[in-house]
């Protein structure tokens, strides 16, 4: 990529890509306000959602090709779908407002931009799935987006969106805003539920999966913010319309963080398959003096990629197919002066100590991982570290009782296959060490 100076100029062609539907407002002063969002078409799509049938909805999301925004891009129309009707059990419908992945920033800027988009969308997902309780899980830190989120519940009660006999239509949702505590493992859905009953969030067995046994042991929906505040878009503009952006199989907008060594980190919403120079592009080119060398498509437990795929589509196949995922479209850009070996290390020193410690291979194998790199780091690696990280590896890819554990490996295995050579530079004296002695206690 070419080194560029703060008066840069994005394409014509990167332009293009934007497509400003969930972050319309974002720029619009005041948005969070519950008349400003009204003005700007606020809460039409739930007036014309509550003339529907549920199952209609639930139709309409299907046809829409949505896919869940919280990293799996599981068909979301399907998951509402999987809700049992007529059981006699209350159902739920539970937000997934954790945003830990690293380098994850989309779902808190949109809540403190735009906060009534995801209540609106609470209460349309809740119609559809015959939800009469919901929650938004947000994680413990973000203390002000919970608080925006907290005036634009009680702002929506207020004016009849919420409670009782929603505008007459006799469909009743309450709403509660709830604050983890701060762990990265209770984004994972099912430690998510069993934090929100006020449990140690650790993740549960599955089967059963939450749409028959979720939050209280009743058929629960859980989705990710950016998921459900596409729900009100949805249903004004169509299922033609949301798949006229995107790609056949990944349609839709969707929200790009960037972050990392470009001029103007931050979102933007692009349609599915934009290209990584695309929206390096629209971040304002690369820093002066640093050109691109490792990247991240969605976060860490995505694995990494290099220049070489600067032109794949990120959608869900496009990732796939050059062997990682999209997962949270958290795009960190790393440049030739970032060390893989020391990124590696602080990510594996995350995930050691967000291991909820439940199952051996992800507890003992984050503590032996952060050990070895650190011992790499310190000059004091051998070729049989490499070995012995890839076997650890091997031990925690499909072995781990959730995806936490896999996830970690991808930063180990995708930095050993592209850039072997920089281990190596540590290993054989080449690299001056970074750190001295070995790591004690915690890292
Ligand atoms: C360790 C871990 C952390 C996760 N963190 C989040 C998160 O912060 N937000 C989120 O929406 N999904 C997160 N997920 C994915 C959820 O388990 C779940 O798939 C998602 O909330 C489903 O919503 P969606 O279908 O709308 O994507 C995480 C998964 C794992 C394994
Ligand atoms: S993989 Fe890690 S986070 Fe997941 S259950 Fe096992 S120890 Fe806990």
């Not at 933007?268 to 003096?289: K, N, S």
């Not at 990247?295 to 050059?322: A, C, I, N, Q, R």
Request: net charge negative.
């Amino acid at each position: 990529m070419a080194i560029n100076t703060a008066d840069y100029q994005p394409s014509r062609e990167s332009l293009a890509a934007l497509t400003p539907v969930l972050t319309k407002r974002w720029l619009s002063p005041d948005a969070w306000k519950i008349d400003v969002y009204e003005r700007l078409d606020g809460y039409t799509g739930l007036r014309k959602a509550l003339k529907s049938h549920p199952d209609d909805l639930i139709q309409l999301v299907k046809d829409s090709g949505l896919r869940g925004r919280g990293g799996a891009g599981f068909p979301t129309g399907m998951k509402w779908g999987f809700i049992p009707q007529n059981d006699g059990k209350p159902h739920y419908l539970v937000v997934n407002a954790d945003e830990g992945e690293p380098g994850t920033c989309k779902d808190l800027p949109l809540m403190m931009a735009d906060p009534h988009a995801l209540v609106e969308g609470v209460i349309i997902a809740s119609y559809a799935i015959r939800a009469n309780f919901a929650a938004i899980y947000i994680r413990g830190e973000a203390v002000h987006a919970a608080r925006r989120l907290r005036a634009a519940v009680e702002q929506a009660y207020a004016k009849g969106y919420l409670g009782a006999n929603i505008l007459g239509s006799g469909f009743s949702l309450d709403l509660v805003v709830h604050s983890g505590a701060g762990a990265y493992i209770c984004g994972e859905e099912t430690a998510l539920l069993d934090s929100l009953e006020g449990y140690r969030g650790q993740p549960r067995l599955r089967p059963p999966f939450p749409a028959t046994h979720g939050l209280y042991a009743s058929p629960t929906v859980v989705n990710n913010v950016e998921t459900i505040a596409s729900v009100p878009y949805i249903v004004l503009g169509g299922a033609a319309w949301f798949r006229s952006m995107g790609t056949e199989k990944s349609p839709g907008p969707k929200i790009y963080s960037i972050s990392g060594r470009v001029n103007h980190p931050g979102q933007f919403e692009c349609g599915l398959g934009v290209t990584l120079r695309q929206l390096i592009d629209l971040a304002g080119g690369m820093q002066p003096g640093h050109s691109l060398k490792f990247w991240t498509p969605g976060g860490s437990s995505t694995p990494m990629l290099t220049d070489e795929h600067l032109d794949t589509p990120m959608d869900f196949e496009g990732m796939m197919s050059v062997g990682t995922m999209l997962g949270t479209t958290a795009v960190q850009v790393f440049s030739d002066q970032d060390d893989i070996v020391y990124a590696t290390y602080r990510w594996i020193a995350f995930y050691h100590h967000e291991s909820c410690g439940k199952c051996t291979p992800c507890r003992e194998g984050n503590y032996w991982m952060v050990r070895i790199l650190h011992r790499i780091l310190a000059g004091q690696g051998t070729h049989q570290d490499l070995d012995t990280l890839l076997d650890a590896c091997d031990n925690l890819l499909g072995r781990s009782f959730c995806a936490l554990g896999d996830g970690a490996t991808s930063p180990v295995t995708s930095s050993i296959k592209y850039f072997k050579q920089d281990y190596l530079d540590y290993i054989e004296g080449r690299k001056a060490p970074m750190f001295h002695g070995e790591l004690v206690g915690a890292h």
